[in-house]
């Protein structure tokens, strides 16, 4: 499929049909495609045609929207700015990926000294909806992610990319239509927000979006039962904080449920999915660098749920996935043995934005089926079982030595959550007495009994993997992408 031609095509369709819903105010394909065309006729104005990467200010309307697909049609990718992060931040990105345009849809410009499109201020247009004609290999978007040296790096994905992700993610079993109304929870800097709405758009559905200034799993569960909605990717995060009120939701309009952006709890989800009996739901995994997802699960209500540590399944590679559990030397393991994740296929991104060093430590060619093939090394501890479906035990780098013994803190945590009636739990590890590493426990609660814990820990636990702190927070703090924010709370418990 080449999405952009199913793009164009879905807007002409669909004029009459609503295509956004932003803070409870419908918007149409047709409303759209106006916004769109004003957008396009004041970048071919305003930006050279040499002029590829713009960048967006992360808006929830439809302006912001509307200039993504603008800035397809016209050949050019965007890089998202969220006006929730630092302006140093954002002034980074815009350096790092040589931003000389920004379009934004504030009242007033959030970085003026670039050249700046106000995408609210600008006239009517006739309607111009059909792409030019661009190379696979141009890029989409560039997303920015958190780098372990403290500069963000980024990942360029290309309209080639992006094409194999939409036909491997509706090869999966999906049956949208122009009915279905569908959630987009996730800011725009993650990547889960691009299949979030451009997926319904090809189907001449609506999008139900999240303002950015409210309390994000209180609006959902409000689109959820107000405006009974078909099609929700969800965090377990989000679904965590509705928890204490699953008693009273029952959404049967709900005909899919994605789970992605992190370990799914499976006592978490076998719960939430009384809430939605006639939903399908999956499990996706998937890094950046292979564009938004690459494996899947669907979880069967009939059969036992394929689990590791307590955390939901991954399943298979899409189609055009290649994935690899190797050894430190590079050697495919035994089914049923641990080791550590490589994907490879047409979904894997060239290579990190102008970091040659970063990309050799990342990208390794490897030969598979009689030829040398581009991998990504993930970084994710994994398991294929005997019926091929893929078991996530966490990053690899959660792997701590504790008096010389190899540990998994999920391992850790898995018990911790069982220990206080499946309440969320994060293993850390900090330099204790004499430098030597030991193991905290931080609880999402409000209280907790300290002895109680321990003595449940013990019963399943070596001594070396016992935590010597306990903490708990009333709620743990989460990133823009709607995962739990690990740095965060660290921090917050002066580790």
């Not at 009273?248 to 999915?273: G, Q």
């Not at 689990?307 to 035994?334: D, H, W, Y």
């Not at 193991?439 to 814990?453: G, H, N, S």
Request: charge should be negative.
């Amino acid at each position: 499929m080449k999405f952009l031609e199913k793009l164009h095509s879905a807007i002409l369709e669909n004029k009459e049909r609503n295509a956004f819903l932003f803070d409870e105010v419908f918007y149409t394909y047709s409303d759209l495609a106006e916004c769109i065309s004003r957008i396009r006729k004041s970048i071919q104005k305003e930006v050279p045609e040499e002029e590829k990467i713009i960048g967006l200010i992360a808006l929830d309307d439809l302006e912001t929207y509307a200039a993504i697909i603008a800035l397809w049609f016209e050949g050019k990718a965007y890089v998202p700015l969220s006006p929730k992060n630092p302006a140093d931040r954002n002034r980074n990105v815009i350096s790092l990926a040589g931003i000389k345009t920004v379009l934004d849809s504030s009242d007033e410009p959030i970085f003026p000294e670039c050249n700046v499109i106000q995408t609210k201020k600008l006239p009517d247009s006739d309607i111009d909806s059909a792409p030019k004609n661009v190379d696979g290999n141009e890029l989409v978007y560039i997303l920015f992610t958190s780098g372990t040296t403290g500069q963000p790096k980024g990942v360029p994905i290309s309209r080639a990319n992006l094409d194999s992700f939409i036909d491997a993610f509706l090869q999966v079993g999906f049956k949208i239509n122009e009915q279905d109304k569908c959630l987009q929870s996730f800011d725009l800097t993650f990547d889960v927000s691009v299949q979030s709405f451009l997926v319904p758009l090809l189907h001449g559905a609506c999008v139900f979006t999240v303002p950015i200034n409210q309390i994000k799993y209180s609006y959902v569960y409000g689109l959820l039962v107000d405006h009974e909605l078909t099609f929700g990717v969800f965090a377990p995060s989000m679904i965590r904080h509705l928890r204490p009120y699953f008693d009273e939701i029952n959404l049967p309009k709900l005909r899919y449920c994605i789970l992605t952006a992190e370990a799914s709890p499976v006592d978490l989800v076998n719960e939430w999915m009384a809430c939605i009996p006639n939903s399908e739901v999956f499990n996706f995994y998937g890094p950046t660098e292979a564009t938004i997802y690459c494996t899947y699960y669907r979880v069967e209500r009939t059969k036992p749920i394929k689990e590791a540590n307590g955390m939901l399944c991954i399943g298979r590679p899409f189609n055009g996935i290649t994935s690899l559990i190797l050894n430190e030397n590079l050697q495919k393991v035994n089914q049923g043995t641990k080791g550590e994740m490589y994907i490879s296929g047409a979904q894997l991104t060239s290579g990190y934005w102008k970091n040659q060093e970063r990309n050799k430590e990342s990208f390794i060619s490897l030969p598979h089926n009689g030829k040398n093939e581009i991998f990504y090394k993930t970084g994710d501890l994994c398991v294929e079982d005997i019926d091929g479906n893929l078991l996530y035990y966490g990053r690899l780098d959660y792997q701590v030595k504790i008096q010389g013994f190899r540990i998994e803190l999920g391992e850790i945590e898995f018990h911790s959550r069982a220990s206080i009636g499946g309440k969320n739990a994060i293993a850390f590890v900090y330099d204790g007495n004499g430098g030597n590493p030991e193991i905290a426990l931080c609880f999402e609660t409000a209280t907790f009994d300290r002895e109680a814990i321990l003595n449940y820990l013990k019963s399943k636990l070596p001594p070396y993997m016992i935590p010597s702190k306990l903490f708990n927070l009333a709620e743990f703090p989460l990133n823009s992408s709607g995962k739990i924010d690990k740095n965060s709370i660290k921090h917050l418990l002066g580790l």
